[in-house]
């Protein structure tokens, strides 16, 4: 039997994706976005509000880093709201745009 050995995450990971959450994703739907458990991001949310999200230590993320990061989140939430768009029934107006 193997041990597993549990994630670790980075303050910047996690405060994007508490910032996708406050952004108007649901959870579940960040979660699925990111790779992390549905409770695991609640936590960090709750964490986030009471002023006691901690990540772990890591070297110093640059500037680029950080805009691929809030990059890759923004193309899964504008990805996530083409793919309901494009799902609609038929009988619904689709927006002007599509």
Not at 9 to 15: A, I, P, Q, W
Not at 25 to 44: D, H, K, M, P
Not at 72 to 81: P, Q
């Amino acid at each position: 039997m193997t041990k597993m050995t549990r994630a670790r995450y980075t303050l910047e990971f996690k405060r994007e994706a508490v910032r996708l959450v406050e952004g108007g994703q649901s959870i579940a739907a960040a979660a699925r976005t990111l790779g992390v458990v549905e409770q695991t991001l609640f936590n960090w949310v709750k964490a986030q509000h009471e002023g006691k999200l901690t990540g772990a230590e890591s070297s110093p993320i640059s500037a680029e880093q950080m805009e691929i990061s809030r990059l890759r989140a923004e193309l899964a939430r504008v990805t996530m709201e083409r793919d309901i768009l494009e799902n609609l029934p038929r009988g619904l107006p689709r927006p002007i745009w599509l």
